[in-house]
């Protein structure tokens, strides 16, 4: 079957540093993304990794390590405005075509 | 913004009824894909859409069928609405092949 876990609340507080975890058990896996969804609002695209190691983009990084199933967003130098649901999903390909398969998400709060 | 745009904004329909989401997708774009999200859960593939066939989709029954156009554009149609299908309905729209998707504000539907 297809099985993504992250967890579903994290808290944190300005200026700290947060890892978010996600492990995904899928097949025909093709790329891993990392969304943010603010309450309300469609997600928004914040990394892909498709090989094993570390992507930099500014303030969040992303890592995946495919032969353990694992990925981790670290978001550095925590904002008020990072507040929001993080979203991991996994690009899955199957029957010719590619689907994203998105776990629950996980709820940060940053705390002043 | 990514581009993508969905109407209407919000819907409230009563148990029975039919349905119709619209999507228009990122120009340059020829794949759509919808997806579910209920309240405090991960985005659901419906079904993706490419040259105006499905060619892929979910685990949703038959009453979720789908249009694409000509210019890319998308329908999404849900007859004999359910109470569960209450949820935020984001279209999400591609360049065959590629990986990242762009998702539009999506639409709030209310079964009543």
């Known amino acids: 079957g297809q099985n993504i876990d992250q967890p579903t609340e994290m808290t944190a507080t300005e200026r700290a540093i947060v890892q978010i975890n996600c492990t995904y058990q899928?097949?025909?896996?093709?790329?891993l993304f990392w969304y943010q969804q603010h309450a309300g609002e469609a997600p928004t695209f914040l990394s892909y990794n498709v090989l094993d190691g570390l992507e930099e983009k500014g303030r969040f990084s992303s890592f995946l390590s495919r032969s353990k199933g694992y990925s981790y967003l670290l978001l550095k130098e925590l904002q008020m405005k990072d507040s929001a649901s993080y979203l991991c999903?996994?690009?899955?390909?199957?029957?010719?075509?590619?689907?994203?398969?998105f776990g629950a998400g996980t709820r940060l709060a940053v705390h002043p | 913004e990514t581009g993508v745009t969905q109407s209407p904004t919000h819907l409230i329909k009563t148990r029975g009824q039919q349905v119709t989401l619209r999507c228009s997708s990122q120009s340059g774009h020829n794949t759509v894909s919808w997806y579910q999200q209920a309240l405090g859960q991960g985005p659901q593939f419906i079904f993706q859409?490419?040259?105006?066939?499905e060619n892929g989709r979910g685990n949703f029954p038959p009453r979720f069928s789908g249009l694409q156009f000509p210019n890319y554009s998308s329908e999404l149609n849900v007859n004999a609405l359910e109470l569960d299908d209450s949820a935020l309905y984001l279209c999400a729209s591609s360049f065959w092949g590629t990986g990242e998707q762009f998702f539009g504000p999506g639409t709030r539907l209310t079964v009543l």
């Open positions: 999903a996994v690009r899955s390909l199957s029957g010719g075509y590619n689907k994203l398969i």
């Open positions: 859409y490419y040259r105006e066939e």
């Open positions: 899928t097949s025909g896996f093709n790329g």
